[in-house]
């Protein structure tokens, strides 16, 4: 039974700054992959950025630059010089090995960004 819960989503300014936050509880072997995703209204769930075990990162063209993509015990989104087009719901995914030693793909249930203009 795995769980990820996002934080630390809000309402900001346009060029502002948030950090969201991911915590993986559960029986868990291994972590692999993780990543964050976004939900604009309307519009079909989209890659934001991914890391792995390693460290190796990969972002959403619309974000390189202004989004940093982190982890240790949880997962990060820096997220800088916000703009409006930001606005979604943000979510956090992870390949996750548990002690059964399956391994699949587990959600957070979301939270909530709006950049203002």
């Known amino acids: 039974q795995v769980q990820l819960v996002e934080s630390g989503g809000g309402l900001v300014q346009a060029g502002g700054s948030l950090r969201l936050s991911c915590a993986a509880s559960?029986?868990?072997?291994?972590?692999?992959?993780m990543g964050w995703y976004r939900q604009a209204p309307g519009k079909k769930r989209e890659l934001v950025a991914t890391i792995t075990k390693g460290g190796s990162t990969t972002y959403a063209d619309s974000v390189k630059d202004r989004f940093t993509i982190s982890r240790d015990k949880s997962l990060y989104l820096q997220m800088n010089s916000l703009k409006p087009e930001d606005t979604a719901v943000y979510y956090c995914n992870a390949e996750v090995t548990t002690q059964a030693r399956r391994t699949n793909d587990y959600w957070g249930q979301g939270t909530q960004v709006t950049v203002s203009s």
């Open positions: 559960g029986i868990i072997v291994s972590i692999n992959t």
